[in-house]
């Protein structure tokens, strides 16, 4: 009901919430643990009384006597009360009675009837009233219950009778009222919870609607107060049986929990319930509670609301607890996402299970929602740290330990080489330099020669060769100066500073992902379009990268981190770079003369392959292509039927770019053992100076294993083909087919397993 964390209800009023008290009264000095009590509710001495699951604190009755004048038996009242431990007041005249009332709000108002001189008893009659009225117990007492008065006591002033009736009046009448003050704090609670509830007699007589429930099922509270249930006609949903099942299972006392279905006012959706429902007291009433998750309208208030069932279900035991609660937490989401499908039949399934089943499937259900479903389990620190500086590193955003000291990476206007109007065209490439590029179609491709050949820049050279090789102006209607501007202009915003994040990481990237579009089974899947998408993306896929990780820029609270909310930072950074630096002079616009819609999508898919680099998404895109892709691949395969449909679909498209850039960007230890050797010794240098600069400016060290004092490069690299490679590469292989690459993987995962065998920390052995 969402209420047990939150609601005060009064002074004296506690809910408790979990198991309900035998006893019903009881007299004590200290609350119960476990209950919610405003400080100041619990006096020195009170009344303790068990409301249903409320347990209530009643302090000292305060008693006021409305005598004109002492006599025998206001001092009988008064001898009561002090014999009864009740406050009392007196008072000699109605406006001191009044005065008196309205700063004590007494339990209980003695008013002597007995001299209609003195003062009018009926006009000062309120709330709980105890006539005193002599010798005329032949008069009808309607006038005075009319007036308010709830009892007449005729004149005793015998101290034990006196104290007799204030003891009836206490158990009686006051009790009955302060219950009553409890219920109503129960409806206050009811008409601000954020789950519908109805309350219906046990003829399906509605007797109370609470706001949420209007606003979810579109009806007023008068169209319903007083009509029958309304049900959805059997063949719907329901069991035909269904209310019939509920009706026998509280006519036995027990509670009724399931799926049920109404309709809304509108008619034609149906609303999915959560229901729990049970007797309530003596009075054969049902309670249900109801979420609906085809309306989105109650979806933020709902947030956070608590289950229903602690309020209706004391006395369940703890695992359909939790099953209650998966389920109820369950329907409070609100779309109709494929997932929800799954996790509503699994929630159908639940219901006719035997409860390890259930319990099992709980388990299950609380996978489901979590948002990591692709992300692993890691072991402790101290297993393996090398796995763990590197998860820690590359797949968060530096959320887990933050520093007030602030390093800001300075977002700057993007850099414009001096050398762009420089004339270069393929024909223009010297001869030493497309020397290099002459293999470039072969996976062994030495890119470190290239980047020696050309001084660094091997972006623009090996762009123009390759992107001239896929037909890319054409495809674009793009001159190729325009390109070759392009290519200058993306690579001058690499930083040649970087020792690995540079743009020879970028040009090699871009080798891979040329390497596998040539592949058999990429090239049917994908269009002109996908792999002009994929050439386009790899090129830009890091520019301006600052050689920092993300998680790094977060701690800093780097200008990039507070844009982009420490939220993919980095490649949000290079893709929105990319689009900036490609359309703001026409001069490299390569996107120029493209038809608006294919321009759209075509930026469309270079975004999502740039967003796909991102490492926390790592286990999302390789579990997502196996599953969508190998697997169904493989099934068909086996049948020896036609694979043309996983393979062409628009969305298994998405998953194959993905997956393409995302094996070509960590390529480098399927690379030949001394491209892999070089690769390896650039990013460990790279991150052994964000460890540098994290010390220097005091920031939380993300990756400690990366101290260029202590590290062990073979143990690293290990552990990054262990957690990253490894599946992924096999994936790719069984769908590309990429034995060469395979090999020099194993390859060179067995170098850094020999020099870490022999407890060797450098990149290489020492000379013999
Ligand atoms: P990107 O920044 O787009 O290149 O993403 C690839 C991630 O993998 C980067 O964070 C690199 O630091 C990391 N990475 C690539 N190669 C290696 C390697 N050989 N060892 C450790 N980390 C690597
Ligand atoms: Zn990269």
Redesign the pocket.
Known sequence: MGCASSIHISDRVVYQSGKESDDSQQTNTTPAPGLLIKPNAIKNTFTQVQFGPMRLYEDHLEVLLVFAKEDSQNNGFCWACEKANFRCNVARTPEAALECFQEKHHDLVIIDHRHSRYFDAESLCRYVTLLYQPDREEASVMPLINAGFNRRYVENANMMACYNELLQLEHGEVLAQFKLRACNAIFTALEQSQEAIEITNEDQVIQYVNPAYESIMGYQQGELIGKEIIEVPKSEKNKPDLLETINSCIRKGKEWQGIYYAKKKNGDILFTSYVSIKYSGDERVQAESQTDIQSSKHKDRRKGSLDVRSTTSRGSDGSSQRRHSSMARIHSMTIEAPITKVINIINAAQESSPMPVAEALDRVLEILRTTELYSPQLGTKEEDPHTNDLVGGLMTDGLRRLSGNEYIFATKQPHLPSHLAMPLSLNDIPPHVAQTMENEDSWDFDIFNLETACLKRPLTYLGLKIFSRFGVCEFLSCPEATLRSWLQGIEANYHSTNSY?NSS??AD?LHATAYFLCKERVKQSLEQIDEVASLIAATV??VD?PGRTNSFLCNAGSELAILYNDTAVLESHHAALAFQITTRDDKCNIFKNMERNEYRTLRQAIIDMVLA?EMTKHFEHVNKFVNNINKPLAALEENGESVKGILTSPDNRILVKRMLIKCA??SNPCRPLELCIEWAGRISEEYFAQTDEEKRQSLPVVMPVFDRNTCSIPKSQISFIDYFITDMFDAWDAFADLPNLMQHLDNNFKYWKGLDERKLHSLRPPPE
């Open positions: 994040h990481h970028a990237v896929h890091d990268h680099t960007d960590i």
